[in-house]
């Protein structure tokens, strides 16, 4: 597999070898711990190429990995289960602190303006960000002071009371308090703001950069082909009243042009 | 079951009798209940003792589309609880992510005919016409099932409501989401009591989620509510209005051993029941059950492995997604059993006094009416037995989430996917 920007898949191993060995329950066997002497480990069950063991970094990397790809497969037509985000973020973040306490995981300070990580923190905050570049950027003018943008639309969405209330204060809101994090926190923090606040996005710049290539790896690993359309025009639907017609299976493709009318009506 | 696809929408999603045992409910993805009922006592037709017929079916929520967050809300039925019955009429309440409905099911046999203003058919009749005047007479019909909406409760849960519990006052019941538990009245729609908030004020520091919540069986002022860190809590309403403080906690300590990146996942509790006794409450967890003691917060008094040759397995289950399944579980009438479902269309039962437990199957093929249930076993490794089943060739597709237990015999509904079985004792 070709190493594409934004995904990065441990150097030794192979996603195809990955699922192999999860089928086979191998991995991450009963009460492992961190090891001292990792490399050439043992395994019963055994991989069908001659390869050894991936160690145990390797297999905590590459949990890390399966752990954020599925925080960001949520751009489905239903809410995600919030249960669920949670448990798969605080594993992140557990995995994210052994790391840190290996020394595997340079933990940036907060002050930092700009960020210099180990590739292996590389992949991970690309691959936040990129999604979140994806999903849209506030359109508002005074995001050009270097604020990240704000939430995504189609990441985990729960409602929040305050965005029923007030959706459109809380859509251009900028929370600069959330950016200079380090690396893999802030892209942690930022989908957990999403299940808070739906931001809109500006429709046109979603897929301008990215590589399309990016959603063929997406659909082969997961299975689901770059579900990151289905969000486009989520943002915008804000905008709309809130009607109480009875969806159909072709709400979806009505949304796209409900989203230009009401994309028309907002930037005027 | 036949190999051919499920249709999605008759997924089984919530099953559970009614307080005499006489009516199951079970509500489905497609967001329709169905009722069965228990076959009277026939002594010109002894098997049919015990047989549950379909009673009543409608439809109990629809999809609906949330324009402001660009999202369906699925009318799948998350859960129906039953009120004890008052009346002629049965009243049950169903619930979707969002909204709960209050049913009122009533019977219909008889027909009034023979009116002065009206037709048979209907047809306002001439007043002029009418030169005498006659009572209507009450003449016998087909049994009529009628299912009518009474009340809805809706636009109190920003999250996606995971339980609801009926009081032991049988006036308020409570309602429980991710982060919330709202407290109601059953005749008052527009309002609702937030007594339990676990949102914190930045989300970005949620770590923890309610996973299910349930009223004390007979202590109308005591709930408790489990979380996706393993823990129940057992509040008071007597304490405060709002129950953010708990009473009672109850944890157990975690093993350092078997410590692993999973081990919050599969300790993430995904039913909470009380025992009819009221003493005891029994948590689900991804791979065992444990029944408390509401006097002994530190630790279970009874823990029951369901299917601990899965703990090896819990990487593949991570990716699969599996592991975020939930299970429920249920007590038998007397609390001397508990039940749970687990996969392969297996579930589990344990009986509390003798120790014993047994692992059966729910399907067509071994499932031959008035035959006993063979029990199954599991091969873990090494070499396996005739008849044994070996953890790599169990299908985790067939699972059984919603089990349901008579409240008085013993009589078990599974439901397995799209199927609905219900099993007896046999009675010689």
Known sequence: MRNLPGFWIPKDVSWEKFTKQGTQGTMFARGLKRKSAEDGEDVEGGLAGAQAMPSYSLQRQSLLDMSLVKLQLCHMLVEPNLCRSVLIANTVRQIQEEMAQDGTWRVVAPQAAGRAPLDRLVSTDILCRSVREQEGERPAPDAGDGHTPDLVPGLATVPSAQALRNPQSSLWEVDSSRENRGGFQKSLDQIFETLENKTSGSVEELFADVDSSYYDLDAVLTGMVGSTQSGHGSGLQAFSPATAAPPSSSCRSDLGELDHAVEILVET | MSDSSVSLADIISTVEFNYSGDLLATGDKGGRVVIFQREQENKSRPHSRGEYNVYSTFQSHEPEFDYLKSLEIEEKINKIRWLPQQNAAHFLLSTNDKTIKLWKISERDKRAEGYNLKDEDGRLRDPFRITALRVPKLKPMDLMVEASPRRIFANAHTYHINSISVNSDHETYLSADDLRINLWHLEITDRSFNIVDIKPVNMEELTEVI?????????????????????????????????????????????????????????????????????????????????WDLNMESRPVETHQVHEYLRSKLCSLYENDCIFDKFECCWSGSDSAIMTGSYNNFFRMFDRNTRRDVTLEASRENSKPRASLKPRKVCTGGKRKKDEISVDSLDFNKKILHTAWHPAENIIAVAATNNLYIFQDKVN
Not at chain 2, 213 to 231: I, R
Not at chain 2, 234 to 247: E, F, P, V
Not at chain 2, 281 to 286: A, E, F, L, S
């Open chain 2, 211 to 291: 996973t299910a919540a349930e009223f004390h069986p007979h202590q109308c002022n005591v709930f408790v509510y489990s979380s996706s860190k393993g823990t129940v809590r057992l509040c008071d309403m007597r304490s405060s209005a709002l129950c953010d403080r708990h009473s009672k906690f109850f944890e157990e300590p975690e093993d350092p051993s078997s410590r692993s990146f999973f081990s919050e996942i599969i300790s993430s509790i995904s039913d909470v029941k009380f025992s009819h006794s009221g003493r005891y409450m029994m948590t689900r967890d991804y791979l065992s059950v444990k029944v």
